[in-house]
């Protein structure tokens, strides 16, 4: 079963550049989420959808953009990476409200 | 600002202790706590709690809210060496999962 696909595993970047992360579901969930994970801080959320079509922002949204153009693919881009964006990222998707999140494998993202 | 504190940061345990991670929250919005498992890559759901005092089970875990006192705690019995990992905890405010630091883990044999 596939779930939740994230894409790459892990990734090298130099400042300035772009990113786009992907993330794919196939449980037809309607949420769909992008953490951050950082060693004491847990995971913070950067963006969400709620439904196809529609985004919000999280804690952390500055310096990145979701897009949420159909129900199963969520991708986050960093316009112009700095190095404070190192972390390891996590995409989730959820039935809704009151149901669990349920999340890939993550992405490792070093910026230098 | 609404936030979800975990205790302890981290422990060590012997294989066969029984363990007990708490979870208190401040949050405005409260609708659901939720405690996730992660071992090496993605967190993996383990309990959801709405209701105070009913115990959630699952074999050798356990977990239980009081939405009085505004925390969870999430018991392991007879641990393993395979329960090493992070747990965490969020708490479910309007539609977003509010995560806290974890607690790290380590069941020696």
């Known amino acids: 079963t596939a779930g939740i696909t994230q894409a790459p595993t892990s990734q090298i970047l130099a400042a300035g550049r772009s990113m786009t992360l992907r993330c794919t579901q196939d449980m037809r969930h309607n949420a769909m989420y992008w953490y951050r994970q950082d060693l004491g801080l847990g995971l913070r959320l950067i963006h969400y959808s709620n439904t196809a079509g529609t985004t919000g922002k999280g804690e952390v949204p500055d310096g990145y953009s979701v897009s949420r153009a159909n129900t199963d693919d969520f991708p986050l881009t960093l316009a112009s990476a700095v190095p404070s964006q190192t972390s390891v990222y996590f995409c989730?998707?959820?039935?809704?409200?009151?149901?669990?999140?349920?999340f890939g494998d993550g992405t490792r993202l070093s910026i230098l | 600002e609404d936030k979800v504190v975990q205790s302890p940061l981290s422990l060590v345990v012997h294989e066969g202790d029984t363990v007990t991670l708490n979870c208190s929250y401040e949050?405005?919005?409260?609708?659901?706590l939720l405690w996730y498992k992660q071992e090496k890559k993605a967190p993996t759901f383990l309990f959801m709690l709405?209701?105070?005092?009913i115990e959630k089970k699952s074999g050798r875990l356990s977990s239980i809210l009081d939405k009085k006192e505004l925390f969870s705690i999430l018991n392991i019995t007879a641990t393993q060496t395979g329960d090493s990992a992070i747990y965490l905890c969020a708490v479910e405010e309007g539609n977003k999962l509010v995560f806290g630091a974890g607690t790290i883990l380590r069941v020696k044999s």
């Open positions: 949050v405005t919005n409260f609708r659901s």
């Open positions: 709405t209701s105070s005092g």
């Open positions: 989730a998707s959820s039935a809704g409200l009151n149901q669990p999140q349920h």
